[in-house]
């Protein structure tokens, strides 16, 4: 038989791959799925035991939290990344990380096939297929979902065909979930007006009475809560855990895709987006404002190189390096108020707070220069266009 790698995510897509390769195909199909957050030991064995009943010959499941973290997410924080200044990246960021744990997965037990259940109108195709190609060219990759386009009912009419009969009830919506946040397709975000109902979010409004938080970081990464210190992906998943039960970090994403079509997905990122906002804030404190405005476009090519795939570029590390060199002064603590479906990101602490200085205070006082300092200074200012103006003033 043939050795064919399944990436695996226990859904819809991935259940049809197992099913159609083992029994219409012929390959040994090794499931495995990369575990990129979001997911309880519970959850990991439910995935398991379904992949089995799949008839697949063997499943693993590869713990990349950590390695998501430090390779991906740590950068789209120092960045402050919301691609179209609102999604923070939480499904293309992860799959890149899932792409290469597979693919080296795939060359260590020797297989020479490697499948995913992406359709031929999304944006996984190109990130699975860019970084399966350029790391293991030889491996063929087969994609049954794109080479037939398969609609979702045909799907579930096939595997009840074949004694599947597992729950799809949630089969109309396509639920992505992972540390940075939990990604929600569906017939609403189809259309370009309809909003997602409340029950299509993976978390509902538990809490209304507002509570204050504190975020704190040392050089641009997350490491306590409420003065409780943890590694940063722990940091994230109780973040998480804490907001989501206000409801807040939802939104509907409409961006351009790889492929040239408008796309809309809406999605859950709560502790992406508290760590975004807090950071940023702590940025505008600690950072001087040409740091600013070069970490600003840096930052918007990094996560859309990322978004298209693109992680293999070495462009990347460049781009990673100045992004790490920039959070040298990001430390202090940040303070929030979590509320009913949104948050206030209130102030800042830290001995590195450029507006706590002794040069002066907006507004108010000057301790650094005189008044004929300031009136020199802004005749000098004002020089180039006094002169284009005077230059053209028939205009």
Partial sequence: ?????????????????????????????????????????????????KAYQLGVKTYKNIDAVHNYYEKVI?????????????????????????????????KSIGAEYIAHGSTGAGNDQVRFDLIFNTLAPNIKIITPIRDKKLSRQEEIAYLQSHGVDLSWSKAKYSVNKGLWGTSVGGD??????????????????????????????????????NGEKDTSGVIIEKLNNIASKYAIGRDIHVGDTILGIKGRVGFEAAAALLIIKAHHLLEKHTLTKWQLQHKDYVANWYGNHLHEGLYLDPVMRDLEAML?????????DVFLTLKPYHFTVNGISS????????????????????????????????????IYQNTNNDD
Avoid at 9 to 33: I, M, P, Q, R, W
Avoid at 194 to 221: H, M, N, R
């Fill in 351 to 386: 001995d590195n707070d450029l507006l706590q200085s002794k040069f002066g205070s907006y507004g108010e006082m000057n301790n650094a220069w005189t008044a004929e300092d300031a009136k020199g200074f802004i005749n000098i200012y004002g020089n180039q266009t006094k």
């Fill in 74 to 106: 740590k950068h789209l924080i120092y960045g402050n990344v919301l691609k179209n200044n609102t999604y923070p990246l939480s499904v293309s960021a992860e799959r890149i990380v899932q792409a290469i744990e597979i693919i080296n997965y795939a």
């Fill in 1 to 49: 038989m043939k050795k064919l790698v399944l990436a695996y995510s226990g859904g819809l897509d991935t259940s049809y791959c197992a099913v159609h390769l083992t029994k219409d195909e012929n390959f040994e199909v090794h499931a495995v799925s990369v575990n990129t957050g979001g997911f309880t030991k519970e959850e990991i064995h439910d995935i398991e035991s």
């Fill in 188 to 225: 609403e975000t189809l259309t370009s007006h309809l909003a997602l109902p409340e029950e299509a979010y993976p978390s509902q409004l538990q809490e209304t009475k507002a509570t204050d938080i504190k975020i704190s970081f040392v050089k641009g990464e997350p490491v306590a809560i």
């Fill in 324 to 332: 790490s060199s920039s959070q040298q002064q990001v430390t202090g």
